[in-house]
């Protein structure tokens, strides 16, 4: 059965979902016979890496709301996410574009390391406060996830994986999807947002019987 998910790394609630999904799968009776393939996808495809401003400061002139309401957003995403294991320093996040983040993760993708280098990367967004957008933390990070770094260093200096980016983007325009994290379950069952593992574990009960009638 194949599991197609949409993401951007530098979504909360992709990272809680992904921790979400992967306790239902665990729970999954077919696991074993699973196949998860994570797809690009940005919040901001414009967005541009600043390093002088807060994680609060632009989540609060982005919506036209105050600081304070930043910060409440900011505990409440850091407490739900605690609920599921992860620790979030959001104050150390830097704003950052995401593309050649999702170079990487295509690069990884080729070599059987989609999974490894989603993880390594939400993890350098949210805990580690690391750069996403910079050359040197991205091959850090690839290289933790796996990664060669003279393979890495090719993709960055080049345009490869670029357009593996946009198709994956242009894919999810075609079929409606707006928002991340998007779970599609055999090609015909989609689960929108962080849901609870209970409920991804319906769906992939749902599609697993879908497939296999009787």
């Not at 541009?48 to 982005?62: F, G, H, N, W």
Request: proline fraction near 2%.
């Amino acid at each position: 059965m194949k599991v197609d998910i949409w993401s951007d790394v530098r979504c909360p609630f992709c990272y809680i979902g992904k921790r979400k999904f992967e306790s239902a799968l665990a729970e999954f009776e077919h696991r074993g016979a699973v196949e998860v393939e994570w797809h690009s996808f940005e919040l901001d495809p414009n967005m541009v890496t600043v390093l002088d401003k807060s994680s609060e400061e632009y989540l609060a002139e982005r919506y036209g709301k105050s600081r304070e309401w930043a910060a409440e957003s900011h505990q409440h995403v850091t407490e739900t996410a605690a609920e599921v294991g992860l620790d979030f320093n959001l104050e150390r996040s830097v704003i950052a574009n995401s593309f050649d983040a999702h170079r990487l993760i295509q690069l990884a993708k080729s070599k059987g390391l989609g999974d490894e280098m989603e993880e390594a990367l939400f993890k350098a967004h949210f805990t580690d406060g690391k750069n996403i957008d910079d050359r040197s933390s991205l091959i850090g990070i690839g290289t933790e996830a796996g990664l060669d770094v003279q393979d890495m260093t090719a993709v960055l200096d080049s345009e490869d994986f670029a357009d593996e980016v946009r198709y994956d983007e242009k894919t999810a325009e075609t079929i409606g999807i707006r928002g991340v994290p998007f779970f599609v379950l055999n090609e015909k069952l989609g689960v929108s947002g962080a849901q609870s593992p209970e409920t991804f574990l319906a769906a992939l009960t749902q599609a697993w019987n879908e497939a296999n009638p009787g």
